[in-house]
């Protein structure tokens, strides 16, 4: 495989059946966090049946409970659902630079700004305002030089939807939570209490975190 | 017929991720790919028609990846503005000298047309039999062959600096036996 002697293709062969490369623990860490995550439902399926119809019904009786307890409209907002807002056309023009020069656009959800990142290479390009669950959910699009693009969404109201699943990077302390959601690579984080959405096509995992990190300031463990 | 078990499939990631990444040609990519692949894979139960899981994960990984070569052609990018915060895998193989050699001849397979590219990983990356891989891919047997064969002369004439004298053939998709009219199909096992 050398430059000083090119290989035969039955060199070649050997040589690609050889590789012994291992995916990286970080790779499968993630992977075996997918399967776990995975099983559980079918596994809860086996006790299900045999409680039978009595345990069914109790059962039933809890989850309205439970629903009952824990509803309010807040609570029915998806990670799902924010994403795909992520993931509309813009319907506003991007906001401007805050007049105060603090790294912030001129948009935000009550006291979170949205960064103002075109000294990092995106530039806002475009904004939209949806209500979902009950919940604003404001999101401002990012356009990098080479045609990259990113959704920044904040949503309303506090207390935050809680996210689960993925895997969980700290930068500077604040847990940054990474899923793949419908295809898209998402980055979600909390900001002086709300929920934080970085969603992209064509964007590394890297750059998501990047520019979640970016914006540390308010974050707090989602 | 069977339920596919997810825990078993973990057992298949390294394989996996070294076909990504000759498919992709590099490692960050690889690892997106293979990620999505699972995601795919686990998003519901699956039903496997015969016992091998590698077989069917192909099936899933070359449909993801062509997925996302479509997806790539709508929005191109290429590389990121900011910088990357994730340092590269040090360590990418358990025989250091073999690290440059490696990224060498998967980032050489990475630039093959896409369906000599898919042959040679399903055979020789991920080591499926001619009949696996020609079931995976869809394509007949004698079709595969003949793929695997000109893919590997490729890379071996890329490697060396030669020209590769079967591009504009693979190109114009002239293959020989069994080639026309068994391009890929869309069908989407996931």
């Known amino acids: 495989m050398s430059e000083k002697s090119p290989p035969t293709e039955s060199e070649l062969v050997d040589f690609v059946r050889s590789i012994d490369v291992a ?6 860490r993630r992977i075996d966090a997918m399967v776990t995550a995975s099983s559980p439902a079918r596994d809860r399926r086996q006790p299900r049946l045999r409680f039978g119809v009595t345990g069914a019904l109790a059962a039933a009786v809890i989850a309205v409970v439970l629903v009952i307890a824990t509803s309010g409209a807040s609570s029915t907002l998806t990670l799902h659902t924010a994403v795909a807002l992520t993931q509309r056309a813009p319907t506003m023009p991007a906001p401007a630079e805050s007049p105060s020069e603090d790294g912030t656009l001129a948009a935000h959800v009550e006291d979170v700004a949205f960064p103002y990142w075109e000294d990092r ?22 356009h ?9 969404a904040i ?3 506090t207390p935050a939807p809680s996210v689960s699943g993925g895997v969980v990077v700290k930068r500077g302390g604040v847990p940054y939570r990474f899923t793949v959601t419908n295809g898209v690579k998402v980055m979600t984080w909390l900001r002086s209490g709300h929920l934080c959405v970085v969603a992209g096509h064509g964007v590394s995992n890297a750059t998501l ?14 | 017929m069977r339920t596919l078990d997810p825990q078993s499939l973990t057992k298949h990631v390294d394989r996996l991720y070294r076909a990504a990444w000759a498919l992709c040609g590099s490692r960050e990519d690889a690892e997106d790919l293979v990620q999505e692949t699972f995601a795919r894979v686990l998003s519901r139960p699956r039903v496997l028609q015969g016992d091998d899981e590698l077989y069917y994960l192909m099936r899933v990984l070359r449909n993801t990846f062509l997925t996302s070569l479509r997806t790539a052609s709508r929005r191109p990018v290429k ?24 990224q060498e001849v998967y980032e050489a397979i990475s630039r093959l047309p896409d369906n000599f590219r898919m042959a040679l990983v399903a055979v020789d990356v991920l080591g499926l039999s001619y009949r ?5 891919l869809r394509v007949r047997e004698s079709t595969l062959t003949t793929r695997v064969f000109r893919a590997r002369k490729q890379v071996a004439a890329g490697l060396t600096g030669e020209p ?14 069994g080639a026309s009219g068994v391009s890929y199909s869309e069908e989407n096992p996931s």
């Open chain 1, 23 to 28: 995916a990286p623990p970080e790779l499968h």
């Open chain 1, 121 to 142: 290479g995106w530039r806002a390009s475009g904004e939209r305002v949806d209500r979902a669950a009950g919940r604003s959910v404001t999101t401002v699009f990012y």
């Open chain 1, 144 to 152: 990098g030089a080479h045609g990259q693009w990113v959704g920044y």
């Open chain 1, 155 to 157: 949503v309303g109201g």
């Open chain 1, 209 to 222: 975190l990047s520019l979640a990190s970016g914006v540390g300031k308010g974050a707090q463990a989602a």
């Open chain 2, 79 to 102: 590389g990121a503005v900011i910088e990357d915060v994730v340092a590269a895998d040090p360590r990418p193989t358990n025989r250091p000298e073999q690290a440059y050699e490696v």
């Open chain 2, 132 to 136: 696996e891989a020609a079931r995976a």
């Open chain 2, 164 to 177: 590769a004298q079967e591009k504009q053939l693979a190109e114009t998709g002239r293959e020989g036996t």
